[in-house]
Structures are given as structure tokens and as C-alpha cells.
């Protein structure tokens, strides 16, 4: 029991804000997350209400040599935000509060904030950031990750917008962090996930934002797979940044079927000019719709509920004008689990994010952490079941997954498979050592080993794409 420890009541009296114990109403509470499959039993829940209560952590932490982890939105299907006996640093219950400085159009935003949090106070002052696609998803590992959302087209990744930051290494020490101060922390924190610290405010850039926007969720069968991948295909050589599509092959409660969901920033005559390519086609189900922009990052919040069962499985879909079968394939793959497992019919889903990419290859790939910068889909293989089954699905919804998200990537000369390691945020393995990180970072990591042994030398924070500490020129 932590509660053994010699330092644990010197914690108790100078902590601020809620510590939960496994004895403690509220503790199974605590625990839960998006997905079942992450939660783990942790033996102290921290619930930190100012940035002393995270110093005082850490150095508990660090004292008794505990496991730690960091919980903003609870969104980490590979249970990066959960510790099994160990410390958890919760910031959702306190550190969720956004200011909008309108005349800089700024957002500071607090590292436990979650994306509906920033929406309902930049929405007043027709202002928006570019934000994750769910609103329930928490503002501090979407960002650090990356961060694709609707307006990434205008206005590039959530991490292209970030200005500053507040973080708390590992041995206590605050650091603000940005273009002009801590640079080489700030390259990090963008795309290098949690890895060197909490971050406690984020302080974004914020865009005008018209009240209205154009949605739409139109369905398709099976059978025109063939002509859906055209449509797509000639959709992207005629899109502009205004728009974003969503392809979900997924059962909408009548069946499998191939579902685009279409947004639009502008109007409803211009949404269906844009996307006319699809309404051509013949569908099953128009859900076409002006909707308000505050409403929009909440389209698709209820289509995963909290506490199920879930594997994901990340990855690239390759070019549609390289390999126009592909999609052919991977619906046929995603057809033949649909059709095998009962358990997983209701929940599983293939999800495709197709974004006009030009503005985010502006950025250099060595600009800052994240590196994937060019023409990739990407794509997400999800299964999931009711959370009372428990693990018991867990190893065939994954190894369906990766054999779906396999089915559609180019072959080599030697008959294996071209599968890359797609957007980070996306995966439910929890790596245990640092191959998939040196491959996800690429030429990158040996930089971010440097910031990582400056800022963190004894890996405290390793939950997500770990990085080895290691000196190094940076």
C-alpha cells in the first residue's frame, strides 16, 4: 500500500486537491476510460488542483521509484493514461479552465481541458482552434500527439497552431516553453507526446470561424466500392482546404455499409458542389445538414461510448491514384471479419481521414517533433465488444485488426506487406521498449533522446512512444 510509505502523510498535508485511494469512495470511479480495455488499478489517483500538487507527485514519485502516469480525457486506448499499482496525475477535475484573449486570438487552455471545453469558450467570440474530431477527447494528449481535427485543412495540425507551453519536468521544475524560450522543449513537446513532462496550460492560436457549417453522412452499400473509390479519387484532385472526409465501413445498425461522412466550412450549395461526386452515386441514406460550428467537434461523440471493449489497430492507406484497388480490398477484409465474428459486428470499423494536406507540408518534417509530413491517409482499424466480455476478445479483435489494416497496403517484390506505423494517437499496443518509437520519430529521434535525457534522465514519463535518454548535440 502507498499509504505505507514513510512521505505519504507529509504528501497528504500539503496536497491541494483530491488524492483517492483504492479504499476511497470514488476510486472505481476514478479508473475508468474510454476504452475498458485501459483501465488498470492504480494505487493512488491524484486529482491535482494547482501546479504545486504535481511538483509534490513527482517528487513522491521519484522518491519511492513508483510507477507514473498522466490522465487528461482519458482517451489512450493503449492505456497510457492508466498505472497498475501505481501513481496516476489526473488533470481533468481541475485543470480544464480556457481563457480567450480575443484581441491576440489566443486560447490558453488547460492541460485537462477537453476539445468541447475549448469550443464552448472561442465559439462567442466567433473564434475557433483546430481541434480533435470528438469533443470528449482531452486537449493535452491529442496535442501532444499531433492533432488532426476538421480545420487542419485551413489551418494545419493542432500542434502548428500551439504557441506556447507550460510543463513540469521530471525533477519538479516548471518550464514555459516556445519559439523564443526553451526551444529545444518546445520542438519536443510537439508531436514527442507526454515524454518530457505535464503540461499544464497550452496556449493556442485561434481562427475566425463562421457560425454555420456544412455536414454530411451519406451511405452506401458494399457493392459500389468500386465506385466509391473513383468517387474518391476524383474528389481529391478537386477539394480544397475547406473541406475534410471522413470513409467509415461500419454497420449504422441495418448492415455493413461504406459511410462518408462530408464536411464543408461554407455553405450548403457550396458543401454539395463540393462533394457532388458522391450524391451521384446513389445513396442509401442522406443525412445532409447546415450545422452550428459548436456543434460540429460532437457529430460523432456517441458513436463510441465510454467503457467498451476496444483494439485499434493505426496505419497509412495507401495513394488512391497508386492503388485503386485497395479500397476494393480492405472493404473485402473488413467484410470477411463482419461476417465471421457476431461479437464484434455492432462495433468494428475501418476509418479513413482524408485531408487536403497542403498546408500541412509546410512545415518542415524536422521543424518540430511530429515528422509524418506529406500525401498519407490516415487509417484506423477499430473492434470493440460490450466492457462485461473484459479482456477475453482482446488477442482476435487483434489480430483481425491488423490483418484488415494490412489488406489494402502495396505488396513488395518478396509478397510481404508495406505497413507503416500510421498517426500516433491511433494504437492500442503499449510499447515496451523503443523500436516502434525510433521508427515512428524516424530522424528525428535521435533529437528528441537528447531533449528526453535533459528534461526526464531516468524515464519517468514512459507511457506513450517511450524515448530513451541519451546526451547528445541537440
Not at 58 to 75: E, Q, T, W, Y
Not at 134 to 141: C, D, K, L, M, W
Not at 238 to 257: A, H, I, N, Q, Y
Request: glycine fraction near 12%; charged fraction near 25%; include cysteine.
Amino acid at each position: 500500500m502507498l499509504t505505507d510509505l514513510p512521505d505519504f502523510a507529509l504528501l497528504q498535508s500539503e496536497f491541494q486537491g483530491d488524492l483517492v485511494l483504492p479504499s476511497d469512495e470514488g476510486y472505481e470511479k476514478s479508473l475508468k476510460r474510454w476504452a475498458s480495455t485501459a483501465q488498470k488499478k492504480a494505487g493512488l489517483v491524484a486529482f491535482v488542483k494547482v501546479e504545486e500538487d504535481i511538483i509534490a507527485i513527482l517528487r513522491f514519485v521519484r522518491k519511492n521509484s513508483l510507477d507514473l502516469a498522466v490522465k487528461c480525457g482519458g482517451h489512450s486506448v493503449s492505456g497510457a493514461s492508466s498505472s497498475e499499482g501505481g501513481v496516476v496525475i489526473d488533470l481533468s477535475r481541475y485543470f480544464k479552465t480556457v481563457t480567450v484573449d480575443e484581441k491576440a486570438r489566443v486560447a490558453h487552455v488547460g492541460g485537462g481541458a477537453t476539445w468541447r471545453d475549448v469550443d464552448l469558450a472561442t465559439f462567442p467570440h466567433g473564434l475557433a482552434s483546430v481541434a480533435g474530431t470528438v469533443s470528449h477527447t482531452g486537449v493535452g494528449g491529442l496535442i501532444l500527439g499531433g492533432g488532426y481535427g476538421y480545420l487542419a485543412g485551413e489551418h494545419g495540425l493542432v500542434i502548428d497552431n500551439l504557441v506556447g507551453a507550460r510543463v513540469i519536468s521530471a525533477d519538479g521544475e516548471m518550464h514555459n516553453c516556445s519559439e523564443e524560450e526553451n526551444q529545444d522543449l518546445f520542438w519536443a513537446i510537439r508531436g514527442g507526446g507526454g515524454n518530457f513532462g505535464i503540461v499544464t496550460s497550452f496556449s493556442l492560436t485561434i481562427h475566425p470561424q463562421i457560425p454555420q457549417v456544412f455536414i454530411a453522412d451519406l451511405h452506401f452499400p458494399g457493392e459500389k466500392v468500386e465506385e466509391f473509390s473513383v468517387a474518391v479519387k476524383q474528389w481529391l484532385e478537386l477539394s480544397t482546404k475547406k473541406e475534410m472526409l471522413f470513409v467509415f465501413l461500419e454497420d449504422r445498425g441495418t448492415g455493413p455499409v461504406i459511410a462518408a461522412h462530408c464536411f464543408h466550412n461554407g455553405n450548403l450549395e457550396r458543401g454539395k458542389e463540393q462533394f457532388k461526386r458522391f450524391y451521384d452515386l446513389g445513396r442509401m441514406v442522406d443525412n445532409t445538414r447546415m450545422v452550428p460550428y459548436l456543434s460540429l467537434n460532437q457529430a460523432i461523440d456517441d458513436v463510441r461510448p465510454f467503457g467498451t471493449g476496444l483494439y485499434w489497430q493505426g496505419g497509412i492507406f495507401p495513394s488512391v491514384h497508386e492503388h485503386p484497388d485497395a479500397g476494393v480490398k480492405l472493404w473485402q477484409s473488413y467484410l470477411e471479419m463482419y461476417n465471421a465474428e457476431d461479437q464484434f459486428k455492432g462495433s468494428s470499423f475501418v476509418i479513413l481521414e482524408f485531408h487536403h494536406t497542403d498546408k500541412l507540408m509546410e512545415r518542415r518534417p524536422d521543424g518540430m517533433a511530429f515528422i509524418k509530413r506529406d500525401k498519407e491517409v490516415i487509417m484506423l482499424v477499430g473492434l470493440g465488444w460490450g466492457g462485461v466480455l473484459g479482456h477475453g476478445p482482446f488477442e482476435k479483435a487483434r489480430s483481425y485488426a491488423k490483418k484488415i489494416a494490412a489488406s489494402g497496403a502495396p505488396q513488395l517484390k518478396d509478397g510481404e506487406t508495406k505497413t507503416e506505423i500510421g498517426y500516433s494517437n491511433w494504437e492500442s499496443e503499449r510499447p515496451t521498449g523503443y523500436e516502434r518509437s525510433i521508427k515512428l520519430f524516424g530522424d528525428n529521434y535521435p533529437r528528441l533522446q537528447g531533449v528526453k535525457a535533459k528534461y526526464d534522465p531516468s524515464n519517468m514519463f514512459n507511457k506513450w512512444y517511450p524515448v530513451e535518454p541519451k546526451s547528445s548535440d541537440i
